[in-house]
DNA sequence: GGCAGAAGATGA
DNA sequence: CATCTTCTGCCA
């Protein structure tokens, strides 16, 4: 459907994430809005009883058969269509591929605040009020009286918030609308606005302008002053810029407007969040050496290319990727096309802004979350008329509004934050493909621990990679200990430090070092662990840990991928030890710990609790930085980010927390996560020591990461997945059901699994794992069960999902409660 | 999702 | 019967 040619009617899809209503309606397009009207057009609409705003996304030059009275749109609300056809184009592949709801899809193309919201506002027909009440034919119940008595006061009264106040007033409130003394107003309101500011112009043709300059008197000579300088300056300049250069008062102004010099105007002001930044010379780009050379040649003859490519460049940090996202964006500008650099949000510093900012200036549009909102939307604007070319955000910016795309950069693409967790659940880097696709743009994932997905892509032979050198020389690599805490508890140790780590915190207190603890985000769910022997339960069949629940008095290990279900035991299977119990630590008791056993350490505790509040997270680690602190203790979140020069001790207090999360992705996590803080004390001069507490040091997982060997470590878990059939080698569909009634989402599952299992009766299309409990099974009140599908064929299997999805949505509305599916869920909860 | 109108539920 | 509450269908 072509937006050029313009059919009567409009598709459109209206603003209500609801399943009954996704579907595009039909609109009349009135001849005020003719051209005006495009595919990715938000508008006005009828929608029943009330007013919505809505997309379009498509023309058509009938109505659907069976629909009588057609409306009307009602209004449209951007001058510029805010979406492109790609766009729409791109939100409609996200309901295929996600499952989402089209308007879920549309929205999240939009930068937060761009939403209309429509209400009823009530006011007082007084002319005719005055008028019934003269003639004192019609009474007026007491709380009919209250309604009047309210929108007399003069104050606006809406009507969804009147009627949540006092429902009660539902029947007087309609009585008094058919009587026509109150009327309905429709009011539509959006979060952010455009920001106008008043500016000055001065039109007036050269001999006019003359001539009113010798009319005005010599004692006023600072308005003739201002009045040239505004001439001078150009066609409209802010008052306010004004008043600044000229050191002038706003009445000089006022006294050439009222003279007929000056014109007042409105003008939109850019709320810019680096004004005054960055506005010197812009940086030449760095000599490349010659690894980085071959990677940018690669990327720009890409892009030369014209078509649809992937490229992986893994590297770690500190071997000069941005340097080679650089030049690739100018070779991309060079083309005469358009660059997306994405970056996960906790990196995305100010540091990171400033090194595109130096070199490519105003070019840059930021967007990101601690921008206020308004920031956000006018960095979207520009990206949208074109006055940016290169869009540099978190996940999000992945939708900026680019036209002639070339290149698309994912830093640290393995970053779980790539994923959105709300509706609709995409994951950016399958989004930026679909845009690369379309626009045969290339595609660049920067990392240094590739995902499995991104070098299973490769091995595939989906895209190239290339391989920057580890590091300057492998001399800096930092010494990495495994230490294997079973025989600390064979040795009497019992605390949560090692020998050897309590002896190395010590040592760098003493020696005025700095020294960072990290502590995985404590497990939502807990699992058993030998002390012995470092023996965890597992799952016979996915191989996942088993979770220990307690309920009822019973102790059972579940898997919550297969539902297999076996008692706990209170010896160790493997050692008959009987120090095999749940494990588990938090970052406070941790804290607790450090300040009984070194008392005499300052000690930063960064988690969700302390980091709760905005600007915390900088903060802490800026405290840090300035020697604050001797010791700083916290979750991955401080992995990234700053640099700490005088950090010479990094603790991993227990790697088994990573490694035993029920989930498949488990070894993945604690390689990278362990790969991470190892490049973390390496950086820097002083040497850098890593030690890596674990009960299972013999876990390839962490032995690979001691060697820094990516390769052998994928080679060992693409196996692993391919032997269970686990993403990559598949994408996994999680549905979850919630409801107060633990019977009630039982049912749906199994229901929803008994359903999909008749429709998928071959396994080569996919393979639905039976329902079980989530690893969180009860959340704020709600239980929650789980359904895992394993997909093989994604395209043969997804109307079979959507079928079966919407027929449980539905059931579980109709109940009170709620189904969701996550396609490739990051983390299974 | 949310609104109107209908159909029950409660109290005098 | 008036009023409050819950249910049901539908929106172009
Ligand atoms: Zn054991
Ligand atoms: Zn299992």
């Known amino acids: 459907m072509s937006g050029k040619v313009k059919l009567p009617f409009a598709e459109v899809i209206v603003d209500i994430h609801a399943r009954e209503v996704d579907r595009p309606f039909h609109y009349r397009i009135p001849e005020a809005f003719a051209g005006q009207v495009h595919v990715g057009t938000r508008v006005i609409v009828p929608f029943g009883p009330r007013r919505l705003e809505g997309y379009v996304i498509g023309f058509s030059s009938e109505p659907e058969p069976d629909v009588k009275n057609i409306k009307e749109i009602l209004d449209v609300l951007d001058e510029q269509p805010p979406l492109t056809e790609e766009l729409v184009k791109l939100a409609d592949w996200m309901s295929y591929r996600y499952l989402s709801s089209k308007a879920a899809s549309v929205q999240a193309l939009f930068p937060a605040g761009v939403r209309a919201r429509t209400s009823v506002r009530l006011t007082l027909k007084e002319d005719v009020w005055n008028k019934l009440r003269k003639s004192g034919s019609v009474g007026i119940s007491p709380k009919e009286q209250q309604i009047l008595d309210l929108l007399a006061e003069g104050a606006p009264v809406y009507k969804d918030k009147l009627l949540k106040d006092a429902p009660g007033l539902k029947a007087p409130l309609q009585r008094l609308l058919r009587l026509g003394t109150v009327e309905e107003k429709h009011e539509v309101s959006q979060a952010v606005q455009t920001l106008y500011i008043t500016a000055v112009s001065c039109t007036l043709r050269e001999a006019d302008f003359q001539k009113a300059m010798d009319e005005i008197p010599a004692r006023a000579f600072k308005q003739k002053e201002v009045a040239r300088w505004i001439r001078m300056h150009g066609p409209s300049i802010p008052v306010r810029d004004v008043l600044r250069a000229t050191h002038t008062t706003y009445s000089t102004i006022n006294s050439l407007v009222r003279k007929g010099i000056l014109v007042l105007s409105q003008v939109e002001e850019r709320r810019n969040p680096y004004a005054n930044r960055f506005t010197g010379e812009r940086e030449r780009p760095l000599a490349l050496t010659g690894e980085q050379e071959q990677a940018y040649r690669l990327i720009a003859s890409a892009m030369a290319a014209g078509r649809p490519d992937r490229i992986l460049l893994q590297g770690v940090t500190g071997s000069g990727k941005t340097e080679i996202y650089l030049q690739s964006i100018a070779a991309c500008m060079a083309q005469g096309r358009k660059a997306i650099v994405l970056v996960p949000e906790i990196s995305l510093t100010p540091q990171m802004v400033e090194r595109f900012k130096r070199r490519f200036g ?91 997905e991104t070098r299973f892509m490769i091995e595939r032979g989906e895209g190239r990679r290339i391989l920057l050198p580890t590091r300057f020389n492998k001399k800096s690599l930092p010494t990495v200990r495994v230490i294997d805490m079973r025989q600390e508890l064979q040795a009497g140790n019992r605390s949560m430090f090692s020998r050897p780590l309590h002896h190395l915190i010590l040592d760098r207190l003493a020696k005025q070092e700095q020294i960072i603890l990290f502590l995985n985000r404590r497990g939502y769910s807990s699992f058993i662990l030998c002390r012995n022997c470092g023996y965890v339960a597992r799952c016979p069949d996915c191989d996942i840990s088993l979770t220990y629940h307690k309920a009822h008095g019973f102790e059972v290990l579940r898997c919550h991928y297969c539902g297999h279900s076996e008692p706990s035991v209170s010896q160790c299977p493997s050692c008959s030890s009987p120090h095999i119990r749940t494990f588990g630590t938090g970052t406070q008791r941790v804290e607790e710990e450090l300040n009984k056993v070194f008392p005499a350490a300052r000690v930063i505790r960064m988690d969700v609790d302390t980091t709760g509040t905005k600007g915390s997270h900088e903060r802490l680690l800026q405290q840090f930085r300035d020697g604050q602190a001797d010791i700083l203790l916290g979750t991955q979140m401080i992995a990234k980010g700053l640099d700490f020069p005088r950090v010479s001790l990094v603790g991993v207090i227990t790697a088994d927390t990573s490694l035993n999360l029920p989930d498949f992705r488990a070894a993945e996590r604690t390689f990278q996560l362990l790969t991470q803080v190892a490049g973390r004390a390496g950086r820097h001069e002083t040497e850098g020591v890593v030690l890596v507490q674990t009960y299972h040091p013999e876990h390839y997982a962490i032995q690979y990461a001691v060697t820094q060997d990516y390769e052998d470590f994928y080679r060992q878990e693409i196996e692993i997945r391919r032997t269970l059939d686990n993403p990559p080698l598949c994408d996994l569909a999680v549905f979850t059901a919630q409801h107060e009634n633990r019977a009630a989402a039982e049912r749906w599952v199994r229901s929803l699994e008994k359903r999909l299992r008749a429709e998928f009766h071959t396994a080569s299309v996919a393979e639905v794992l039976p329902a079980c409990p989530a690893p969180i099974p009860k959340l704020q009140g709600k239980h929650r069960y789980h359904l895992c599908v394993k997909v093989r064929d994604f395209a043969k299997a997804q109307p079979v999902l959507l079928a079966g999805y919407l027929e449980s949505s539905r059931l579980a509305r109709e109940q009170g409660g709620t189904i969701t599916i996550d396609v490739n869920a990051q983390m299974i909860l």
Do not use: C, M
């Open 362 to 452: 105003d070019d840059v549009a930021v967007l990101h979350s601690r921008l206020s909102q308004g920031e956000r939307y006018d960095e979207w604007k520009r990206i949208r008329r074109g006055t940016a070319s290169i869009v540099v955000g978190a996940r999000s910016a992945v939708f900026a509004p680019l036209e002639n795309l070339g290149l698309i950069v994912i830093d640290e693409e393995h970053e779980l934050s790539y994923k959105q967790e709300e509706q609709p659940k995409y994951h950016a880097r399958e989004v930026a493909w679909q845009r690369a696709l379309h626009h045969g743009a290339v595609l660049v994932l920067g990392s240094a621990t590739p995902s499995l």
